[in-house]
């Protein structure tokens, strides 16, 4: 299955009560809404070339509404690559047993000899003029223009709109007017979320081009990522909305409930609520929506209102920059300063753009499903608790609430029992063949662009247990807290030693709490590995199976320094 150039309607974009568009779907044999035997799945790639599972953003199958989102995650990805002009064909995202993987489709598999490549970037169109367009992006600085469009224009029109949503009670909607909303917040869920993906390629060119310099100066990748520390305010989680309720609280009893937040003054009743309505209905630990909303966890809003300031990731940053700075060769330390101003000035997009586009819209999805839930399932005198709304689609609710045709109560238990019988840490984590290594010796534009995408391949050896990349420069001794997102994550406290498949932007929350992170993905480009320099955390990231061989509630020593995780 290769993606075309041409653009599927977004999932939610139909008239309501029409179909949604097909998923790319390999199933595994067992029967639909089944827990099989993982003995009995078939792992067939869905397509032609290999395939890569997103594990880092998917700890589990997804749910049934979410079965849409590889076609919008596909069109994003290529449309974001074709921008740029790079040879690539298409980005494809499909579901095997739910779970995602990905692949590039491009019309070359072998990478030439690079003279051969210099040759052809003169002679062949689409290489020149990939070329091209690369220069003038870059030579342009077109991620600056990006960001400026983000902050000033996109953002401040969109944070409003979702106001506006939140400020609807699906609770209090008629059954008609529940079933559009449902709808509505599913095609806003879509849209922005191709949004979020469409954007990913600027940051991405301005910090890998940064890091890639200072490699071809005799700085390695870790040192480079460090002096962006300090550069995603949106990571550390000291949003203005939260401050100004910190503000209210200074002087007063700590309090221990939302309840006594609210009587400790008019002030900090209106910041709450006003803190809430920003950023309560984002999910915390993960993509789906099946994954809490912060405010289902007023025990974390509580924490999050009386916590201390983090450690500033500024501290030091002048002295180190000089330091690096010194090691660059003095005809090119001007153009150091400027790559590494507009590093800076990328860095934060992703986790900023993410949370507002991604981890809110899916939060008001969920919301109205659960509503929805609680009208069908439980005020329908169906067994069952609301929850299980999370696991129908967009047209089921729908139906239920206009048609009459009920909610299948055992079925939807069943859709969950087998999403859950299966984490991603035990699906293959390739499919087809082998994938050729990301060619690194191209000349030009193009070969600093296949560098960059070389980058997210840095990663430890999953074969060494408990070992991986380090992030950081000191250890950290706490106890474990296994976050799988929307299943797990417990009674989480300050100082904990944050385990999961991934973080993602969702996850900032609990991260501000941490003491420690250890995931089993990703590398120096991850989220986890900023959110570690972001917040001066100690890190461990690309630890095969770390939730598995790690006990919830263990006391466990984080090591950056040798990268090693220790179970006491």
């Given at each position: ?32 809404g089944s827990a099989p ?239 809430l309505e920003v950023h ?250 900023m959110m570690a320099r ?35």
């Amino acid at each position: 299955m290769t993606v075309t150039a041409e653009n599927p309607p977004l999932p939610g974009e139909s008239e309501p009560g029409g179909s949604e568009p097909e998923a790319s779907v390999s199933q595994a044999s067992a029967p639909e809404g089944s827990a099989p035997d993982e003995s009995d799945l078939v792992w067939e790639p869905p397509g032609p070339g290999s395939w890569e599972i997103l594990a880092d953003h998917y700890p589990r199958p997804v749910t049934a509404v979410m079965r849409g989102w590889p076609a919008t995650w596909s069109r994003a990805f290529t449309d974001s690559l074709h921008e740029l002009a790079l040879p690539i064909d298409a980005a494809e995202m499909a579901l095997v047993n739910d779970i995602p993987y990905a692949a590039f489709h491009s019309k070359g598999d072998q990478v030439p000899p690079r003279w051969v490549m210099h040759v052809l970037l003169r002679v062949v169109p689409p290489m020149r003029r990939a070329e091209k367009v690369l220069d003038r992006a870059i030579t342009g600085r077109i991620w600056l223009d990006h960001a400026r469009q983000w902050y000033d224009t996109d953002r401040p029109a969109i944070v409003a709109d979702q106001r506006r949503l939140t400020r609807v009670d699906p609770d209090a909607l008629a059954d008609a007017d529940l079933a559009d909303h449902l709808h509505l917040v599913e095609q806003r869920m879509f849209e922005h979320g191709y949004r979020h993906i469409a954007m990913g390629m600027p940051d991405l060119l301005a910090v890998g081009l940064f890091v890639i310099a200072c490699e071809d100066w005799g700085i390695p990748p870790a040192e480079s990522f460090g002096l962006l520390a300090g550069s995603s305010p949106a990571s550390t989680g000291r949003h203005p909305e939260l401050l100004r309720l910190r503000e209210t609280l200074a002087g007063a009893p700590p309090p221990g409930s939302l309840d006594e937040i609210r009587s400790v003054s008019d002030a900090a009743r209106t910041a709450l609520d006003d803190y809430l309505e920003v950023h309560g209905h984002r999910v915390v630990d993960g993509y789906d929506v099946d994954c809490a909303t912060l405010v289902e966890r007023p025990d974390l809003v509580v924490r999050l209102a009386t916590a201390p300031d983090p450690v500033d990731p500024l501290a030091g940053r002048d002295e180190a920059t000089a330091a690096v700075r010194a090691r660059v060769p003095a005809d090119r330390r001007a153009d150091f300063d400027r790559m590494l101003d507009d590093a800076r000035a990328s860095y934060g997009l992703r986790d900023d753009n993410n949370a507002i586009l991604v981890g809110w819209a899916v939060g008001l999805t969920r919301r109205a499903m659960l509503a929805a839930g609680r009208r069908l399932i439980i005020g329908g005198g169906a067994e069952g608790d609301a929850d299980l709304a999370a696991e129908a689609t967009i047209p089921e609710l729908v139906g239920a609430l206009t048609g009459g045709t009920g909610l299948d109560v055992d079925e939807l238990r069943r859709r969950r029992d087998r999403r859950r019988s299966l984490p991603s840490s035990r699906a293959p984590r390739t499919l087809g063949p082998p994938a050729n290594p990301s060619p690194t010796n191209w000349p030009g534009r193009l070969g600093a662009v296949m560098r960059i995408f070389a980058l997210y391949e840095l990663g430890g050896d999953q074969d060494r247990p408990l070992e991986g990349i380090g992030i950081g420069d000191r250890p950290f001794t706490g106890r474990a807290r296994i976050v799988r997102g929307g299943i797990d994550g417990g009674e989480f406290e300050p100082g904990d030693v944050l385990v999961a498949p991934m973080t993602s932007p969702s996850y900032n929350v609990l991260l501000s709490l941490a003491g420690a992170v250890v995931t089993e993905e990703g590398g120096l480009l991850s989220h986890a590995a900023m959110m570690a320099r972001e917040l001066a955390l100690p890190a461990v990231l690309n630890v095969g199976r770390a939730t598995e061989l790690i006990a919830d509630g263990a006391t466990v020593t984080v090591d950056p320094t040798t990268g090693r995780v220790t179970v006491h």
